[in-house]
């Protein structure tokens, strides 16, 4: 059994509505909380990171699994909302919603077409961020698939 430490340095130099900086490997940014969240809006953000880590480790798991099934994908993007609740003051991270879309090469069989939609569902469920959040908050998937014309 392998492990793999991650580590982060952040510094926060006081109050609410400072802004602080994170260091963790090539990711070195300023923090602070949102404008949405009457915040200074400088950097990033946990809502943004939590996005940002889910999206990535989603895209980074399906684009192995397509190439491990030897499917030939002209693209692969995606667009990803984080829906933060605030009820009474408290702020609730409450769903991810994944759209990604696979632009197959021309030619691509109805069976690989299948395939790449089953993969797509499967990475979602297999992403190890997505398995950390579950139960936490709400994951949907809205897969748009598309074979190059």
């Not at 923090?31 to 990535?56: C, F, K, Q």
């Not at 684009?63 to 009474?88: C, H, P």
């Not at 991810?96 to 090469?105: T, Y």
């Amino acid at each position: 059994m392998a492990e793999h430490s991650f580590h982060l340095t952040a510094n926060w130099p006081g109050g609410r509505n400072d802004v602080g900086t994170i260091a963790s490997g090539q990711l070195q940014t300023k923090v602070s909380i949102p404008t949405e969240m009457d915040g200074p809006g400088i950097g990033t953000n946990p809502d943004e990171m939590l996005l940002g880590a889910a999206a990535t480790c989603y895209i980074i798991t399906l684009a192995a699994m397509l190439e491990r099934s030897s499917i030939n994908v002209k693209s692969l993007s995606m667009q990803s909302e984080g829906i933060v609740d605030v009820t009474n003051g408290v702020f609730t991270y409450k769903k991810i919603i994944h759209k990604p879309e696979i632009i197959l090469s021309s030619g691509t069989t109805v069976r690989d077409a299948s395939l790449t939609q089953k993969l797509a569902e499967k990475a979602e469920k297999t992403c190890m961020i997505s398995k950390a959040i579950q139960g936490n908050v709400a994951l949907e998937l809205q897969v748009h698939l598309k074979i190059e014309e």
